[in-house]
């Protein structure tokens, strides 16, 4: 009896394990899609912990199946992904649009045909939600060979600014390592520029799209239907939801909680973290005729950071654009609603819903339960002027003719000089496009849907955690300027901040960067004009640090500041200074740009003499680091070119082998850059 009872407990401790192993929640997190907006508190957060949100298999014809994968950074991907969707159906074809982050990986050897949309962002990095799939090509474990791929199809669509040096580095990766593992390219790689011809780049490459896509899937390319084509089809339709819904869903990142095993948050773009206004000063001199802020957030031990990295924050439009926009399309800013899809014909909408309803509305959703207000405020871009798509949408909802025919005339490709001085040139946002045509009344769905969601700004961050514990700093210039309209342009982050009271809190997290100190002291060479001086100042905290509390040898450390007057803008004038004296900092070279009749810039520094040899002996013969932050437009390139002409003047190199070495210095990771324009 004994031996059977003891059975009888094996039994039960195996059936006890399995079910345990068969309930176990998979831990990788959930993103929707397209991002989840839900209502009032700013940001969300991730699940804890998730199973990878099962994706359902959309009904494939049989001759073929065809998936669009997409990396978004600001959602221009996923928009440009769901193009191409609605462009298969007029071929009959069946499309399904999946973010990279609710792709199993491994599945790429399953599918017959791929369209990839990759964004690059930073220096040449991976999206947040393509890291995944990124990893998978980088194949760190071998597992991929050269046919592993053999059954796939595909071709890819970039997105890159050509202001950064690493321009679709992301799509030219993906597309390279897929015919590494024996991929077939049916269609030519196309590349967009978002620095001047983003859009008009997608449209030029979908053009001859279709015709090798159809005929690798058996369907006539010819067959494609028109009449639908020329009309917007709304993806999304509006719900009416009760009043009292307005506070119960947060706003914003995905509205999905993720945590660690021991039940601690974790923090990051789908989940910010509440960071408390501490400080918020003036950093100018009031003959400024600027703002720059000094602004500290209070972050306890919730974000972890090293110098350099950049701290990612949330804003919120200016409620004098949101209540033009609403008085204009005729919105009550306070009623509650919530964006669906359309064919989600089971959920009903209405003043007066059970919690059953409101919950599967909330699970339906992609933006609410939430009043119109947060909405406008917190969850869409209402000020980057609009893309052609959004015009020839905008075309449908006016009867007036000569209205109707500008719209379509500014959204074709024959109207892109039209485009690019009517709308690009001139800034115009969606509120001066509504004016300009009166008769334009769009639903309110359809401007929710058609609009980017608003996107998180980046900061570096120019603090050091160990000289300011449970700390961040940000250093902002206040952008404003006039535009071509003659509307006051306020930069919608930086206005924001400028603004906020300390007690204030904010939705930030952390955005880890390859922007960092070598692990031992080297000589390192900074560069940083302007704002640009933000990590090296978290640099300068960081070593002081080190050898005041662990003792640590000083490192050769020279920077390089400029601004435009000594007396005005010169930032953390008495904090560097202090770095200098107690030889934290080795040497400080200023470039005061607006003090002489000539200006004179940081890179005007690095060409005299005296720096050009202290230069070269830094990195050739001591191996040294070379940092450079600010402006990549204009100063980024003008220093690179400097430190090829000390690689010229001091190395004996001839302009070929100057430029060689200074791209050696890249890929060895001694020459890092942390620019945007």
């Known amino acids: 009896m004994e031996e059977l009872n003891l059975n009888y407990i094996i039994i039960l401790i195996v059936l006890m394990f399995a079910a345990y192993l068969y309930l176990k929640p998979d831990p990788r997190p959930v993103k929707p899609l397209p991002p989840k907006v839900i209502a009032d508190v700013k940001q969300p957060a991730k699940p804890s912990p998730a199973r990878r949100k099962k994706v359902e298999e959309t009904p494939i014809d049989a001759k073929g199946k065809l998936k669009i994968l997409f990396g978004s950074q600001t959602g221009t991907a996923d928009d440009f992904s769901n193009v191409l969707a609605k462009e298969a159906k007029r071929h009959h074809l069946h499309a399904q649009v999946l973010d990279l982050e609710l792709y199993e990986p491994e599945k790429i050897k399953e599918e017959d045909l791929v369209i990839f949309c990759m964004s690059t962002h930073g220096e040449g990095e991976p999206t947040e939600n393509a890291k995944e799939f990124y990893n998978f090509l980088v194949d760190k474990e071998k597992v991929l060979g050269p046919d592993s791929l053999s059954k796939v199809h595909y071709t890819i669509f970039g997105l890159g600014n050509k202001t950064y040096e690493h321009y679709n580095a992301v799509a030219r990766f993906v597309d390279k390592k897929m015919?590494?593992?024996?991929?077939?390219?049916?269609?030519?790689?196309?590349?967009?520029?978002?620095?001047?011809?983003?859009?008009?780049?997608?449209?030029?490459?979908?053009?001859?799209?279709?015709?090798?896509?159809?005929?690798?899937?058996?369907?006539?390319?010819?067959?494609?239907?028109?009449?639908?084509?020329?009309?917007?089809?709304?993806?999304?339709?509006?719900?009416?939801c009760p009043t009292t819904a307005a506070g119960s869903f947060q706003t914003r990142g995905g509205g999905l909680k993720k945590s660690r095993s021991d039940g601690t948050p974790i923090y990051d773009i789908k989940n910010p973290y509440m960071a408390k206004v501490i400080v918020n000063r003036e950093l100018f001199s009031v003959d400024s005729d600027r703002s720059c802020r000094h602004i500290e957030l209070d972050v306890g031990d919730n974000l972890k950071y090293e110098p350099g990295d950049h701290v990612g924050i949330y804003p919120e439009?200016?409620?004098?654009?949101?209540?033009?926009?609403?008085?204009?399309?005729?919105?009550?800013?306070?009623?509650?609603?919530?964006?669906?899809?359309?064919?989600?014909?089971?959920?009903?909408?209405?003043?007066?819903?059970?919690?059953?309803?409101?919950?599967?509305i909330a699970d339906q959703a992609v933006l609410g339960p939430c009043t119109i207000k947060q909405a406008l405020i917190d969850a869409i871009d209402i000020t980057t002027p609009p893309r052609k798509a959004v015009l020839k949408a905008l075309a449908d909802y006016t009867t007036v003719a000569e209205e109707k025919a500008k719209l379509i005339k500014l959204a074709s490709e024959e109207g892109t000089e039209d485009y690019n001085k009517f709308i690009k040139a001139d800034q115009r946002t969606i509120g001066e496009v509504l004016e300009t045509f009166p008769s334009v009344q769009p639903p309110l769905a359809t401007i929710l849907e058609l609009l980017p969601r608003l996107a998180p700004r980046y900061y570096s961050i120019s603090s050091s955690l160990n000289a300011h514990p449970g700390k961040i700093h940000v250093t902002?210039?206040?952008?404003?300027?006039?535009?071509?309209?003659?509307?006051?342009?306020?930069?919608?982050?930086?206005?924001?901040?400028?603004?906020?009271?300390?007690?204030?809190?904010?939705?930030?997290?952390?955005?880890?960067?390859?922007?960092?100190?070598?692990?031992?002291?080297?000589?390192?060479?900074?560069?940083?004009?302007?704002?640009?001086?933000?990590?090296?100042?978290?640099?300068?905290?960081?070593?002081?640090?080190?050898?005041?509390?662990?003792?640590?040898?000083?490192?050769?450390?020279?920077?390089?500041?400029?601004?435009?007057?000594?007396?005005?803008?010169?930032?953390?004038?008495?904090?560097?200074?202090?770095?200098?004296?107690?030889?934290?900092?080795?040497?400080?070279?200023?470039?005061?740009?607006?003090?002489?009749?000539?200006?004179?810039?940081?890179?005007?520094?690095?060409?005299?003499?005296?720096?050009?040899?202290?230069?070269?002996?830094?990195?050739?013969?001591?191996?040294?680091?070379?940092?450079?932050?600010?402006?990549?437009?204009?100063?980024?390139?003008?220093?690179?070119?400097?430190?090829?002409?000390?690689?010229?003047d001091e190395g004996g190199k001839t302009e070929e082998e100057a430029n060689a070495y200074v791209e050696n210095l890249q890929k060895s990771g001694r020459y890092l850059q942390d620019v945007w324009f």
């Open 179 to 240: 015919e590494e593992y024996g991929a077939k390219k049916i269609y030519e790689r196309g590349e967009g520029d978002d620095d001047c011809s983003l859009e008009e780049d997608f449209n030029k490459w979908k053009k001859k799209l279709w015709a090798p896509v159809c005929k690798h899937l058996g369907v006539d390319s010819s067959s494609e239907t028109s009449l639908e084509d020329e009309k917007f089809v709304p993806r999304f339709k509006i719900l009416e």
């Open 476 to 648: 902002a210039v206040v952008v404003k300027y006039k535009t071509p309209t003659g509307r006051q342009h306020d930069g919608v982050c930086s206005t924001w901040l400028s603004g906020l009271s300390e007690s204030s809190s904010i939705p930030a997290f952390i955005r880890e960067s390859h922007f960092h100190l070598p692990k031992e002291p080297v000589p390192l060479v900074m560069i940083g004009p302007g704002t640009g001086l933000a990590p090296f100042r978290g640099f300068l905290q960081e070593l002081n640090h080190r050898r005041e509390i662990k003792g640590e040898k000083e490192w050769q450390s020279v920077l390089y500041f400029g601004c435009r007057n000594s007396k005005q803008d010169y930032l953390y004038q008495d904090e560097i200074e202090k770095y200098k004296s107690d030889f934290t900092l080795t040497e400080l070279h200023l470039a005061f740009s607006r003090e002489q009749e000539q200006k004179i810039y940081v890179q005007n520094r690095l060409s005299q003499p005296e720096s050009k040899k202290q230069i070269w002996d830094m990195l050739n013969n001591k191996k040294g680091y070379f940092y450079v932050c600010g402006d990549a437009r204009l100063m980024a390139k003008a220093v690179q070119q400097a430190l090829v002409n000390i690689a010229k």
């Open 317 to 360: 439009n200016r409620i004098e654009l949101v209540e033009q926009l609403s008085a204009r399309l005729k919105l009550d800013l306070h009623q509650v609603v919530a964006l669906v899809p359309v064919e989600s014909t089971s959920l009903r909408g209405g003043s007066e819903l059970s919690g059953t309803e409101l919950k599967k």
